[in-house]
């Protein structure tokens, strides 16, 4: 069996003072969909934004692609094919659609065309000529992740990517991670929505105070319902 392309153990990560991962161990193999749970405040956002290298105090392993990614700053990260989509969504709010798209380099192989990321997201070929003040949120959110697929990333990192979103853009949202799933896209979702990453994700970690409590597989979820139950209340 071929190694994961992302693999976690043993991490530990600081706010400061303040230890805020215990040790946490995953890994992703390539092309899976991946999806950490947890309540508020348990760690998974730190998770992403430590392997992305935004969090530089840190301790233990992050291999990507079979590359010690610990000693790796931040824009080499990218350069590797990480690429990390931020609850904040990070856009150019000033510029239009189109320039949002233009503007990142891409930084390795594989990145989309613009042509693609249309085909991909229709609803931003619609607004293309439309400033980031002008978009909704769920248009927001596509714009964010088409930017980074434009990179050329390998593994996507999305954190919370439906939060405060209409349902039919969830669904949306649904339907385009698919299509990136079958053109061999990795992703590690952060998500609270349960119900959302039940119909996306291949497997699932539980997060609990800065340490994965419980990893399963999808088939497993009808057997881990009261596990998710008690600590999400799903």
Known sequence: MSAPLLNVAGLHAWYGESHVLHGVDLHVNEGEMICILGRNGMGKTTTLRTIMGILRKREGTITFAGKDMMGVPLHRSARAGLGFVPEERGIFATLTVEENLTLPPIVAPGGMAVDEIYELFPNLLERRSSPGTKLSGGEQQMLAMARILRTGARCLLLDEPTEGLAPV??????????????????VVLVEQNFRFASKVADRFYLMDH??????????DLPARMDLLNRELGV
């Open 169 to 186: 853009i969830i669904q949306a949202i649904g339907e385009v991670l698919g299509k990136l799933k079958a053109r061999g896209m990795t």
């Open 210 to 219: 800065g340490r994965m409590k419980a990893e399963f597989p999808v088939a």
